[in-house]
């Protein structure tokens, strides 16, 4: 068993099924796509959006240089496009816009060619709509329709307003179904953010345990069936972020096995792009956003969408009150510290076998070898005692292998005799 299968939540189809009926819940969802056969009718367009924006970035990193530039670093190499205007080492290279305003394009107008002629507003499934060319733009009541920055000059990102959950889930297959019908490209780059908020909770970003949402959500559910999204830049695992930031509080000491889940709530990054971010925690409409699921033809997976989404609300639900699953939270939490424990005196073990220069004999080795022996043992009696069922081999050297094994820890044969702390001969 894996750190992954210590956090694993599974909900049950009955609690699947009282989430979807939750009263409570108010929903609202972002749908990314992209539009193709604009880039082909105004490739020339593209094509020098396309080089502006590099140079710019060129540009930009070469100012950057020059700002951090220290004693005795090698200067910036200029951009090849400024050498090509002649310029040269040292000199003031001005922005590329100014420098060659015959690559602007005018991106407003772009979008708006874009949405008259690509997105067959006709047939838009809801009347209280609004378009913007602000990638920025927001409304509390209407559905929003903008570009996608992110996703090129044929992204759109369409985002719905906060509805009842019972609303949403009768009008995210209708936006499904016209992403399709104007076949719109949904790839890897597209994302489908959903936003969740309690009405029965009044200050969300007060009654929210972060760590406990996080400890408790499925990842591994929702990897199965959106696999991509697992290593994605812009949905980043909320159960790596809690275990790092265990392992870099935590020494392999029986005396830390209590949790300060305080500071692991404090330490969770308000960061937009966090599969569980909680940036809006600070806005006045308080909501969770999950941004797990998106990747190739999302918008043909309803069914599991929907499950993930009872998953998304159980979660948040249970997330909100303290006393619900709290015997189970804090065995989670035990299990994993000390798992985390485990792994990292393996790894000084593993450290001290795979060194051939260190002399084992030595005073300074063989004190070092004995604490951490003497904390593997004292770990691996507490490991018996909160996850009987996961090794059934007596604590020592065999017990050490196969943690060993089970962490994915892979070195050279061991030249050790663990039990009596000396070299094998």
């Given amino acids: 068993m894996g750190f992954r299968e210590i956090l694993l939540e599974k909900v049950s189809k009955m609690d699947i099924n009282d989430a979807l009926k939750n009263p409570n819940v108010i929903v609202g969802a ?31 990193e070469y100012e950057e240089k020059w700002d951090t530039l220290g004693e005795g670093d090698p200067f910036p190499e200029v951009p090849k496009w400024a050498r090509d205007e002649g ?21 407003n107008q772009l979008f708006t060619n874009l949405f008259k002629e690509y997105l067959d507003i006709k047939s838009f499934p809801f009347k209280d709509y609004v378009v913007s060319p602000d990638h920025t733009f927001k409304s509390s009541s209407k559905w929003v ?52 908020s309690l009405k029965n ?50 020494t392999p000491t029986l005396a830390k096995k209590l949790i300060d889940t305080d500071t692991l709530k404090r330490e969770y990054p308000l960061d937009h792009y966090m599969a569980i971010n909680i940036e809006h925690l600070n806005s ?37 009150d303290p006393e619900f699953k709290k015997k189970e939270y804090h065995h989670k939490l ?6 985390i424990q485990l ?17 084992r004999n030595s005073s300074d080795t063989r004190r070092r070898w004995k604490s951490l022996w003497e904390t593997w ?12 069922d996961m090794i059934q081999m007596k604590h020592g050297a065999k017990g050490f292998f196969r943690l060993c094994s089970m962490l994915d820890i892979n070195f050279d044969e061991i030249q050790w005799d663990f039990s009596k702390n000396k070299t094998l001969i």
């Fill in 30 to 60: 972002e749908f990314e796509f992209k539009l193709p056969a604009f880039l082909e009718k105004y490739k020339e367009d593209v094509n020098r959006f396309e080089k502006m924006s590099d140079m710019e970035r060129e540009w930009t």
């Fill in 87 to 107: 310029y040269r080492t040292g000199d003031d290279i001005p922005p590329p816009e100014e420098m060659f305003p015959e690559l602007k394009v005018d991106q």
């Fill in 145 to 196: 329709i903008k570009p996608d920055g992110s996703l090129g000059l044929s992204g759109i990102e369409i985002v719905s307003p906060a509805m009842p959950l019972t609303e949403f889930i009768k009008a995210c297959p209708k936006m499904f179904a016209y992403i399709n019908s104007i076949n719109a490209q949904v790839d890897e780059d597209c994302g489908f953010h959903i936003g969740v």
């Fill in 201 to 250: 909770v009044k200050d969300l970003g007060a009654t929210l345990d972060i760590v406990k949402l996080s400890i408790f959500m499925d990842e591994g559910y929702i990897y199965q069936f959106f696999a991509t999204r697992e290593f994605n830049d812009y949905a980043r695992s909320a159960h790596d972020t809690i275990k790092k930031n265990m392992i870099e509080k935590t």
């Fill in 284 to 320: 006045a409409n308080q909501y969770i956003e999950f941004r797990y699921l998106g990747a190739t033809d999302y918008h043909r997976k309803w069914d599991r969408i929907k499950t993930i989404i009872a998953h998304y609300i159980y979660d948040l639900s249970l997330a909100c």
């Fill in 334 to 339: 035990s299990r994993l510290l000390n798992k």
């Fill in 343 to 359: 792994f990292s005196v393996c790894v000084e073990m593993t450290k001290i076998i795979n060194d051939k220069k260190l002399d």
């Fill in 377 to 388: 043992n004292a770990l691996y009696l507490y490991k018996q005692a909160v996850d009987k």
